[in-house]
């Protein structure tokens, strides 16, 4: 398919899953005009709502990266909210520890990606070993760590202040600097950028980069080639792990400041919707969170304003996922 023909599938698809989903918001809507103008405009009503609506662009572009490195080696990893989450609890661990400052932050994110990269590594000895699909266990690995945290987080590491199943607090002096109270946007904001551009000049301008993509579009011509199969599956799903860890740490860190239960939900299957939308090209996935973020935010503020009564977020986003999906499949099998 042409860049062109790309293009027009993915605005189709997310076309679609926002019609879809407006519709819906104004039939369960009390007031369905009110509720119309209030999604479209809503989240750009007040300083709270557009900020969280950055904010959640900003995490999903992280997580959204490791993704286009797995997509673009032919591996699709489904255990992002796992590795999501196993970044976050390990990095509030160490960030409540007695480390200086500096250690204390270069440790949690370094052990945060680390705890991250660790599944998808075992993702990828299974696949070596026993063939088995990266898909499959990848979503397995995540199913079964995350109960494990929530014991963790339930009983021996649970904060001691306050009633939330959570961690201790992260100290104040070393949470990231916020910059449109009361919202959680933080200085993350402007680094999120500089990563697409790096890991678009690492796709697309390295050999090791361009071998990754070669074995996801043509895994035939890259054996023939002599490209290593193993070092392609390792690296890849390495680097993917990771970005989904450091997402867990950075919304630990810098937006939630403690790893409570469950802030992990829907983050990982919204960063691959992104990821999808951007048809794993990282500069793209800058406007794709920005819509889908503008999305889920719009969403949940209906919700809340409307007195909608089950979760509207959770059904938009099976909604938008599965019109994406549709589009992937059908672009695979065309091409």
Partial sequence: ???????????????????????????????PSNAAVDFITGTFSSAFYFGTFLNSAVLLIIAGLGNSVSLKSGNLNLGGEGQIYAGGFVAALIFSSKFPPFASVAVSLMAAATTGALQTIICAFLRQIKKANVLLTSFLISA???????????????????????????????????????????????????????F????????????????????????????????????????????????????????????????????????????????SEPLLLIPASLILSWLYTSADRIALMQSIQFDISSLIQGIILLCISVNYIARKRRT
């Fill in 1 to 31: 398919m042409t860049d062109k023909q790309s293009l027009k599938t993915a605005v189709f698809s997310i076309g679609t899953g926002i019609v879809i989903s407006l519709c819906m918001l104004i039939f369960f809507a009390p007031s």
């Fill in 200 to 279: 678009h000049f690492f796709l697309h301008s390295t050999r090791t980069g361009r071998k990754l993509d070669i074995w996801g579009k043509a895994p035939e011509f890259a054996r023939y080639c002599g490209y290593s199969e193993n070092k392609a599956l390792y690296m890849s799903l390495a680097i993917s792990g990771a970005m989904h860890g450091l997402a867990g740490a950075l919304a630990v860190w810098g937006t939630y400041h403690t790893c409570h239960s469950g802030f992990y939900a829907g983050m990982g299957w919204n960063a691959l919707s992104c990821t999808l939308i951007a048809q």
């Fill in 144 to 198: 079964a760590l995350i109960p494990l945290i929530d014991s963790l987080i339930a009983g021996k590491f649970r904060t001691q202040t306050g009633n939330l199943l959570a961690t201790e607090f992260v100290p104040e002096n070393l949470r990231l600097l916020q910059i449109l109270k009361p919202s959680p946007l933080n200085v993350s904001l402007f680094f999120a950028p500089i990563l697409c551009l790096g």
